[in-house]
């Protein structure tokens, strides 16, 4: 597939396929879930052809990505910014890389940790009316701390399973729902009114954008497993992308109708549904989709974690372990690579693993401490859309026309081209976009949506 042409799927290991499309799925389903509703409402019919569209490109670059890896990769697992440093030439090009993937990663993260920390609240208050949302977020963190264990996404497809299951429940609940509310109304797409402007339509395609960007931790998610890994995770992306997308015009399409959806998990609450707020399915909705956003805490931290423990040298390439081996340093991590398979993470030595999970406390523990201190949800929400448009459009088709694109026709590399040029111009578009709301918010001229207050 390097030189962008799919090849049989046969030799793929089918086991393989299903973990890394559970964790594509669930790294994406939830935010879109949350957030399109909102999206479809500000945007009306054109947020379904933005919606089809944004699918339809970024399923397309996640594929110029694989591609790209499988060019440059010769059968050696690497990273994201092991790409990008390879191809840029540079290592200022892996440093610009990794900050814009951890910046994007921690902040996803943090964005599912405090809307766990709010949705077990909104759940709770009945009980325990007397904790806030900022202490759910805290138990929520606390959970999913022995997660920091699983060292990489073959181990975390496990929970992706789980995750992609419940959000699959909140699209069932939530539409059934709907369905049968519109069946006792005679409400039509005309009815609603949409507040289309230049920047609404920004502001709700880097929702969308973010609904549909697991390309950071694409090439994570197929580093241990066996077989052809690039084949295996472009086609994890044509089995994973439409199952989500049909989810999502599932959701966006009835709550749209129902009048039932706003940013950030409000399509669950909204005071407009009467009937379906704190009622059974509203509970069962709400306690699926926090599940499902908690697991995906660890889907985008893993990435992180291993990243800096790369940089650190936790895992040294076999010939400097023998190195170190008859240096008298190592010996034992030295010998269990050597006795090691050659799929599955490096093995370790006690001292490394305790070193891990102490570097791995003090990231998860930052993570904590930012969301524990979000002020402006919403508007960093836009913000990490904006990065998107650079992580999951341009950065791939960028990668691929240096790489597996050079020798491909000029109608792919035109295409190429023009999804590069779109994805920077949206990136400045909506980053500034989502930097003057957070000035505003700021200076007192916009709501602050503060979930941990």
Request: proline share 4%; hydrophobic share 50%.
């Amino acid at each position: 597939m390097g030189n962008g042409v799919m090849e049989p799927v046969e030799g793929i290991d089918k086991k393989a396929l299903f973990l890394v499309s559970m964790n594509v799925i669930a790294s994406i389903l939830g935010s879109g879930v949350l957030g399109l509703p909102y999206a479809v409402a500000e945007t009306g019919w054109l947020g379904i052809g933005l919606l089809l569209f944004t699918a339809t490109v970024q399923t397309w670059t996640g594929y110029l990505l694989f591609a790209s890896l499988s060019y440059c990769a010769d059968g050696t697992p690497i990273y994201f910014s092991d790409l990008v440093e390879k191809v840029g030439g540079s290592k200022i090009w892996r440093v610009f890389s990794d900050i814009s993937l951890v910046v994007n990663n921690s902040g996803t993260a943090v964005l599912y940790l405090v809307l766990s920390g709010q949705n077990f609240a909104s759940l709770l208050t009945p009980i325990f009316p007397h904790v806030s949302s900022a202490t759910w977020s805290v138990l929520v963190w606390v959970v999913i701390l022995p997660s920091v264990l699983l060292r990489n996404m073959s181990e975390v497809a496990a929970l992706s399973f789980f995750g992609t299951m419940a959000s699959l429940i909140v699209v069932g609940v939530v539409v059934s729902h709907d369905a049968t509310e519109l069946s006792s109304t005679s409400a039509t797409w005309t009815d609603e009114p949409t507040k289309l402007t230049v920047f609404t339509a920004l502001d709700c395609l880097s929702t969308m954008a973010f609904a549909y960007a697991p390309h950071t931790i694409l090439p994570e998610t197929v580093h241990h497993i066996k077989g052809d890994k690039e084949r295996t995770g472009a086609y994890s992306l044509f089995i994973s992308m439409p199952i989500v997308t049909l989810c999502y015009l599932a959701i966006a399409g009835t709550t749209f109708f129902t009048q039932g959806c706003d940013i950030a998990g409000d399509v669950l609450e909204s005071s407009d549904r009467h009937n379906f707020a704190h009622s059974v399915a509203w509970h069962v909705a709400t306690i699926c989709i926090t599940i499902h956003v908690s697991i995906a805490c660890p889907i985008f931290t893993s990435g992180n974690f291993n990243m800096v423990e790369q940089y650190l040298g936790f895992d040294k390439p076999a010939d400097q372990l023998n190195m170190d081996a008859d240096d008298g340093r190592d010996s034992l991590e030295a010998a269990l690579l050597r006795s090691s398979e050659e799929v599955g993470p490096v093995p370790r030595s006690w001292r490394t693993h305790l070193k891990s999970f102490a570097l791995r406390l003090f990231m998860w523990g930052l993570i904590l401490v930012i969301g524990l201190f979000l002020p402006f949800f919403k508007q960093l929400m836009s913000l990490l859309g904006g990065l998107t448009m650079l992580m999951s459009v341009s950065a791939p088709a960028w990668l691929w026309l240096m790489t597996a694109g050079l020798t491909a026709g000029k109608c792919m590399r035109g295409a190429a081209w023009l999804v590069l040029i779109l994805g920077l111009l949206l990136f400045v578009a909506t980053t500034t976009l989502a930097i003057r709301g957070l000035a505003q918010a700021a200076s007192g001229s916009l709501p602050s949506i503060c979930l941990n207050s």
